[in-house]
């Protein structure tokens, strides 16, 4: 695969707020350069509000936030201000299957109707849970619209997905499964270990962390409100744009993000949040596993420190889970991604610098978003924005913070 260049930085977006924030929080001065990117995406008028979170192993290196966090009202973004972290949500639904499949409740590479029976419909009888974690399974989209009320109603979507023909043999192909990961996923959680996928982690590993997959109101209340950025392109953030006089990967991305009958578009837009969007209360009680996550940027980071230094899962089962399943042309995105079981490798998609190339691992959330954990390098980065960008690969804000928080242990 080609590796993609850094692209220049894109024109500010002319719906962005004035750029004159203070921001705020701690930073090490061997980690200054993370501060400096920062303040940096602010003055560019790339930010409304945001946070970002840095650990060296055990020691929070950076801790800084700013902005506003809801535009609307003008409240400012403070120390404990949750945000929306869309797809980001996806390794945290993976880091608790995993650690099922740790404890013994079920083979990774044995067939899902071992412990789910029903799903063996429509010809998905060979379909392992590997294929479910690496977005190989077939079922990118639901077959009809979805509200976000049906939603909240975890075993009723894993059941139609179960009963849904897959679009390709499971295993054969792979392409994002951007929202139905969580009844996929998700249902690894629910049948074997009887709790949703938000209580589990609540009760395994975020004990103390203001991370939340179904947050209380009092949660939803303090987070910050997602605004709107530019329309969906290929780039803008750390992808290479498409050779000098070739439109066409823009045009087809394009095309597809808009075609209601598209892969693309069918996968990331059901089903649909509702009123608010992905500021709705039905969606923010619920917490999709795929997409539902609620977290500050630091205890965000302090998950994929955990988990990068094996208390979570033991160093071989998180080697594992991040051994690459599924890499090359993505059916659903139309570019190409790397995914473990659960969570993304580098790739157009999870775009890192060559010092995260060979051991980072994490995932990505539309609008910019991203956790990264690098056991080797000790590093656990979580940025949490709630400007949305609009690139389907890398957001040049987070490229620009792990690129720095990497350059400080050189």
């Known amino acids: 695969m080609t590796e993609p260049a850094v692209p220049e930085p894109a024109a500010p977006d002319p719906a962005a707020p004035d750029p004159a924030v203070t921001v705020q929080g701690d930073c090490d001065p061997a980690f200054a350069r993370v501060r400096e990117v920062f303040e940096r995406n602010f003055a560019e008028g790339r930010e409304l509000g945001a946070a970002v979170a840095v650990y060296a192993g055990d020691r929070k290196v950076v801790d800084l936030w700013g902005g506003i966090a809801d535009r609307r009202t003008g409240r400012a973004w403070r120390a404990d201000t949750p945000c929306f972290g869309f797809s980001c949500t996806k ?7 995993m650690l099922l499949a740790e404890r013994g409740a079920y083979d990774v590479d044995g067939p899902v109707t071992d412990w789910w029976p029903e799903f063996g ?50 295993g054969e192909a792979h392409g994002y499964h951007a929202l139905t990961y969580g009844w996929l996923a998700g249902e690894i959680v629910r049948r074997l270990s009887g709790w949703t996928v938000g209580a589990f982690v609540a009760d395994e590993f975020a004990r103390g962390l203001d991370l939340w997959i179904g947050a209380p109101d009092g949660v939803i209340e303090r987070a910050a409100k997602m605004s709107a950025g530019r329309r969906v392109t290929s780039g803008g953030g750390a992808d290479a744009p498409p050779p000098a006089g070739d439109a066409s990967l823009l045009d087809r991305l394009a095309s597809a993000y808009t075609d209601p009958d598209s892969a693309m578009n069918r996968a990331l837009n059901n089903p649909h949040p509702g009123k608010g969007g992905y500021n709705n209360p039905v969606v923010l009680r619920a917490g999709w ?11 965000f ?16 089962t998180l080697r594992e889970a991040m051994r690459t399943r599924a890499s090359g042309p993505d059916r659903t995105l139309l570019i190409d991604s790397a995914f473990g079981l659960g969570f993304m490798r580098p790739a157009a ?3 890192t610098p060559v010092a995260a190339r060979d051991s980072a691992f994490g995932h990505t959330g539309a609008g910019g978003s991203i956790g990264l954990g690098d056991p080797d390098a000790g590093l656990a980065i979580a940025y949490l924005p ?3 960008g609009a690139q389907l690969s890398g957001d040049l804000r987070a490229y620009r913070l792990v690129e720095a928080a990497y350059a400080a242990l050189s």
């Open 349 to 351: 998609t999870f775009f």
């Open 386 to 388: 709630n400007f949305m």
């Open 91 to 97: 390794a945290v639904t993976a880091a608790a299957a």
């Open 289 to 299: 596993p795929s997409a539902g996550m609620l977290a500050t940027a630091p205890a």
């Open 301 to 316: 980071a302090a998950f994929y420190r955990d988990l990068a230094a094996g208390r979570i899962l033991r160093p071989d």
């Open 121 to 170: 419909a429509a010809g998905k009888e060979g379909t392992t849970a590997a294929h479910l974690l690496s977005h190989q399974a077939g079922l990118p989209a639901f077959a009809r619209p979805v509200s976000a009320e049906e939603a909240a109603d975890a075993p009723a979507r894993a059941a139609e997905l179960a009963a849904q023909e897959p679009e390709w043999t499971p």
